[in-house]
């Protein structure tokens, strides 16, 4: 059975690790569950780091000559190993969703540090 141990969560959703005992300690996991709205997508820290560079991207906006302006906040696409994510959204969600993840990363790296569990 796996358990859910709460990470981090913002306006937008919430983050959590998976674990397959409920004693493990949170800084030896391997999967985090994203969680916006009814949507929840699995993934690694480094594939949440790398949907953080996406998303800086996306707020850049698209700079080709097809467009002939920048567009910002309109599409994030992420390719994980088992599927194509494409998030459609405003200014205030993508922001969010960088918060969102900008935040469980610092948690994790923190819990790492400070190895929660060792501490009574």
């Given at each position: 059975m796996n358990y859910l141990e709460p990470v981090y969560h913002n306006n937008i959703g919430a983050t959590y690790i998976l674990k397959d005992e409920i004693e493990e300690?949170?800084?030896?996991?391997?999967k985090i569950q994203l969680q916006l709205g009814d949507i929840a997508i699995i993934l690694d820290q480094q594939e949440m780091k790398n949907l953080l560079v996406i998303i800086d991207s996306a707020k850049k906006g698209c700079q080709c000559d097809d467009c002939?302006?920048?567009?910002?906040f309109k599409t994030i696409k992420c390719d994980t190993p088992l599927a194509v994510i494409s998030f459609k959204s405003t200014k205030q969600n993508i922001e969010g969703l960088e918060n969102l993840i900008k935040g469980t990363i610092?948690?994790?790296?923190?819990?790492?540090?400070?190895?929660?569990?060792?501490i009574e």
């Open positions: 300690s949170i800084t030896s996991f391997e002939g302006k920048t567009n910002p610092f948690q994790l790296e923190m819990n790492s540090i400070l190895d929660l569990n060792d």
